[in-house]
C-alpha cells in the first residue's frame, strides 16, 4: 500500500494563479482531511470529507474549495493564490474503528509570490 | 475541543525516558487523549490515545492521572530518530468530524 500520496511535493504560483492540490489514498477509508501547516506552527484544518460525496469547512476555509472525486481521491483547490496561502498542505485519510487515526501524506510546500 | 498546554521543548539523552507532558485541564468526559509526532517536515504520525486507563504499545506508554487532567507521554529508550515535535490533542472518540485540532506541540530533541 502506497498509504496517502500527494501531488505536487513543490510548487510556486504567483498571485491570482489557480491551481489543485491532489490527495489519493489507497487504504479504503471513509474520511479525508486537507490541513495547512505555516512556519512553526501546528496544523490547522481547511476542510474535510467525512464520506464520498461529502464537504464541511474546518477551521480556515476561505480561499479554498475542495471535491471529493471518489472514494480514494480530495483535491483541495485554490480559485486566486495569495501570498497569506504559503504554507505546507498535508493531507489525512482517516481509519474508523477502535484506533480512530488519521494518515498523512508526505506534504505540498507551496510558495505563492 | 478541549485544549492542551505543553511545554515548548526538552532535551533528553539517547537511550534514557523520554517523558513528556500535558495538561488538558478541561478535558470533557468523552474525549480521549491522543499524541502524534512530526518528524522534520513530514506529515504528522499517530503515536498512541487513551481515555483514563495507562496504554503501551510498541512506541510509547501514555500515562493519564486519575482527575484525567493532564498526561505523560513515556519514550521508555529514546534515540535520535525520535527527535521530533510530539502534539497532545484531546477529542471525542468517534466522528468524521472529529477533527484533531494541533497546538504547536512539543519538540523533543534527543542528544547522543
Known amino acids: 500500500n502506497a498509504g496517502v500520496t500527494q501531488t505536487p511535493k513543490f510548487q510556486v504560483l504567483k498571485t491570482g494563479q489557480s491551481m489543485t492540490l491532489q490527495c489519493a489514498q489507497d487504504?479504503?477509508?471513509?474520511?479525508m482531511y486537507w490541513y495547512r501547516q505555516d512556519p512553526g506552527m501546528g496544523l490547522r484544518l481547511i476542510y474535510y470529507s467525512a464520506s464520498e460525496g461529502t464537504t464541511d469547512k474546518g477551521e480556515v476555509p476561505n480561499g479554498y474549495n475542495v471535491s471529493r472525486l471518489n472514494k480514494r481521491e480530495f483535491s483541495l483547490r485554490l480559485e486566486s493564490a495569495a501570498p497569506s496561502q504559503t504554507s505546507v498542505y498535508f493531507c489525512?485519510?482517516?481509519?474508523?474503528?477502535?484506533?480512530?487515526?488519521?494518515?498523512f501524506g508526505p506534504g505540498t510546500r507551496l510558495t505563492v509570490l | 475541543d478541549a485544549k492542551t498546554t505543553q511545554p515548548p521543548s526538552m532535551d533528553c539523552a539517547e537511550g534514557r525516558a523520554a517523558n513528556l507532558p500535558c495538561n488538558h485541564s478541561?478535558?470533557?468526559?468523552?474525549?480521549?487523549v491522543y499524541w502524534y509526532r512530526q518528524i522534520h517536515s513530514q506529515g504528522p504520525q499517530y503515536i498512541i490515545h487513551?481515555?483514563?486507563n495507562n496504554e503501551t504499545n510498541e512506541m510509547a506508554s501514555l500515562i493519564i492521572t486519575e482527575d484525567r487532567k493532564s498526561s505523560t507521554l513515556i519514550l521508555p529508550h529514546a534515540t535520535l530518530r525520535d527527535t521530533a515535535v510530539y502534539y497532545c490533542i484531546v477529542r471525542p472518540y468517534t466522528g468524521a468530524n472529529s477533527k484533531l485540532t494541533f497546538g504547536k506541540g512539543i519538540t523533543l530533541s534527543v542528544r547522543p
Open positions: 487504504m479504503n477509508h471513509n474520511s
Open positions: 489525512a485519510s482517516r481509519i474508523a474503528g477502535q484506533r480512530n487515526e488519521q494518515f
Open positions: 478541561t478535558i470533557s468526559g468523552n474525549e480521549y
Open positions: 487513551g481515555l483514563k
